[in-house]
């Protein structure tokens, strides 16, 4: 004869161990050792002859189903940022309906907004409608501005007289008012003015000075 043992169900990469019981030895179908743990790749019966010191023999049944784990895509709109940008990380899963948890911040949904302060991993585990879990990371480089600092000859001037305005810290500068590209411009304006410079660092993040 036969006995059917109640289904097993485990997550794909989950281990599982089969036991024959009322038995001496057992022989398991499908390479599978009596009581040592093993990964099933997908859902299937496994049968074991059990055999007593008598040599009689039965079969029984076991039915493991192996529910798949959410399955990751990310979306980032920018994975290399300057400090104080915000972007937006998206989970993507092909596995139905998933709840999602975030650290560090501790966010519930599949897009969160982070400007973090230095270069941070993102850290998501989604739990599908099998309860099935998966965790997967996403990388935030954080590079720092440039420390634009400017210096004047004369901040203060008669009419008609001309003073430079020198800016120092980046690798590249705009002046305005005028669009003057050089580190140092010099300016006769003719009523007070303030004159504001955007320095771009090496890593293409910039910071403004006046």
């Not at 790749?41 to 010191?53: K, N, P």
């Not at 998933?98 to 850290?123: D, K, R």
């Not at 300016?187 to 403004?208: D, N």
């Amino acid at each position: 004869g036969s006995i059917a043992y109640p289904s097993d169900t485990i997550c794909y990469g989950d281990s599982v161990m089969l036991n024959g019981t009322g038995a001496s030895q057992y022989f398991w179908t499908g390479g599978v050792i009596d009581s040592v743990k093993f990964m099933p790749v997908g859902s299937g019966t496994y049968t074991v002859i059990g055999t007593d010191v008598y040599g009689c023999s039965q079969t029984a049944f076991k039915e493991i189903i192996v529910n798949p784990k959410p399955n990751f895509q990310f979306i980032s709109a920018y994975s290399i940022i300057c400090l104080g940008q915000p972007t937006t990380i998206t989970a993507i899963t092909a596995s139905g309906p998933t709840n999602y948890f975030w650290q560090p911040g501790s966010y519930t949904s599949s897009s969160i907004l982070v400007a973090p302060l230095s270069t941070t991993i993102y850290t998501v585990t989604a739990t599908n409608i099998n309860g099935c879990t998966n965790t997967a990371t996403s990388l935030v480089t954080v590079n720092q501005l440039p420390i634009v600092t400017t210096s004047t000859t004369n901040a203060s001037i008669c009419a008609g007289q001309v003073t430079t305005i020198t800016a120092n810290g980046a690798n590249n500068y705009v002046w305005q008012p005028g669009n003057s590209t050089n580190s140092s411009i010099s300016v006769s304006p003719t009523t007070t003015t303030t004159y504001t410079v955007t320095g771009t660092g090496a890593s293409g993040c910039t910071k403004t000075a006046t």
